[in-house]
């Protein structure tokens, strides 16, 4: 079966429109490159309420394992006047991921009880942008300007200035079970998904106001089965995005707007994401009744866990050249 499946990878990888990496030049702090963080797994651990990069071929039970960790409560960098809402605002962590604004590594990670969104500096380690966005920010996208995109599971699209601490959104659309937001840099779009629809809005490019403005949309097909869904995020390296469903995983093809079975009997996965050096998929589910679990799962390797963790969503720490 796994060699069924690495054969489809292939496949698609080689059929798909190849993104010409050479023209998006990332440079990686020194923090990072001294550290050769590339290619671990970033995870919003919960109990310690702490941003991790751990080793993924490591024992995850051995501290050694943890090569980079953030104190989410400390909130550095949040102005002392606004430190004690901060803290509130993250009372537990959904998503975290890997950006690059102003030609540097930054880190926007988001909570859905407490409701705060933020971006961390990767250099300095200080917040450079929070609010407390309401509602149940399940995952989150930065424009190229810096400006963020939440999707918030109680049914809406917030768009957001992060020129300061703690702003309102500039606008909020709705979108039913909204999951998943994906900035595209290559047709210069923010891709949208919840429920069983997939939308695409072009940007206005206005670091004070950002609004967006729908495009296109694009359902499920319905023989699919019902939607539920819960994550959607670049397969890096091409022009597909990766996306779940209730019943497993799919590819959307950016360009012919096609839904792609890839992965079924995947338990309604979330935290999906592809490195494209390794070729392998990873996505958490539920271990427990509250939606959260302490393993990493993949589509073709081992489990990665440690049971003294909890959470939500895991990400590969690479860099997303889908989107920057």
Known sequence: MKVLFISLLFLIFCCSAEIDESSRP????KKESNQNLDGSIIIPEQNSMRLLIV?????????????????VKKGKGIPKNLKRKYRRSFTNLSDVKRIIYDNRTHIIFCGSHGDGAAMLDFESNKLIWWSDVGGSPHSLASFPDGNMAIADAKGYLKIYSTLQFDNKSSQQIRHAGCHGVVW???????????????QCFSYNNNRQNPKVTLIERHRLPASWGAGGGHDLAPYVGTTYLIFSWRLGIGLFDTNEKLFIKMAHNTGNPKGLSYDPNKGEVIYTRPDSKDSRTY??????????????WKFYKARWFVHNSFSY
């Open 295 to 308: 393993r990493v799962r993949s589509l073709i390797g081992p489990d990665r866990a440690n049971k003294d």
């Open 55 to 71: 080793a993924p071929d490591n024992d995850w039970k051995n501290p050694n394992s943890i090569l980079w960790e953030w104190d």
């Open 184 to 198: 595209d840099s290559l047709q210069e779009c923010l891709w949208v998904w919840g429920g069983s629809l997939m």
């Open 26 to 29: 990332v440079s990686l702090n």
